[in-house]
């Protein structure tokens, strides 16, 4: 992955498992389709992703 | 969010989640017996809150996360059914959201396919973001 990037020329960004993303998934997108569904605030958006180990600059939304 | 926009939003899942593809304000409209002007009011601020995407210049939704408005190369398998979705993040949402399936990602030379069952992902694999979380919305069709 890290040689497809660098060669591309694309920067590193951020790789974690598709287990990591489908069981974040269920709560970041937990109450989606419903009418009550309300933008989740920043703080609560990166606990999410803290949740699931997803942490550093990557995953900062302030 | 208004009311109404709640009810369009919920509306827009409601029917991409059930097969739909080609959402537009009119179909919208239709399927509830709204005023089309009214819905297309109501996808711009949806749209400017970034709750949907829509295709430049018109009234059709573009993505509805995890879901995709459009055809694209990553595919989600129910039984019979199946779904666009907007990247590899989302197809498996979509499974998470619907039950287990098939997660498809088409390539220029080849296929990924993930199974998910009992909440396991199979074969093991990873998921690459290019775009920080903060930035996602700059530019949601490239992220």
């Keep these: 992955m890290k040689r497809w990037l660098l060669q591309s020329g694309k920067d590193l960004g951020y790789v974690a498992s598709a287990q990591t993303f489908f069981e974040m998934s269920k709560d970041w997108y937990a109450g989606r389709m419903d009418e009550t569904w309300e933008r989740p605030t920043l703080e609560t958006a990166e606990a999410i992703f803290s949740k699931h180990g997803l942490t550093g600059d990557f995953w900062k939304l302030n | 969010m208004t009311p109404f926009d709640r009810q369009v939003r919920a509306q827009i899942y409601r029917l991409i989640a059930g097969g739909a593809l080609s ?6 409209a239709n399927s509830r017996g709204w ?23 018109a009234y059709r939704v573009w993505m509805a996360h ?5 055809e694209t190369s990553y595919q989600a398998v129910i039984g019979g059914q199946s779904w666009y979705a907007n990247c590899a993040w989302d197809v498996l949402a979509i499974l998470a959201l619907l039950g287990d399936g098939e997660a498809r990602a088409s390539g220029p030379a080849d296929q990924l396919v993930w199974k998910v069952e009992d909440g396991q992902v199979s074969p093991p694999g990873i998921v690459h973001l290019l775009v920080p979380a903060k930035n996602f919305w700059d530019d949601v069709g490239f992220t």
């Design chain 2, 35 to 57: 005023d089309t002007p009214e819905v297309e009011s109501s996808l711009n601020r949806l749209a400017n809150e970034h709750t949907i995407a829509l295709l430049e210049n």
């Design chain 2, 66 to 70: 995890p879901f995709s408005g459009v």
């Design chain 2, 23 to 28: 959402v537009d304000a009119l179909v919208i």
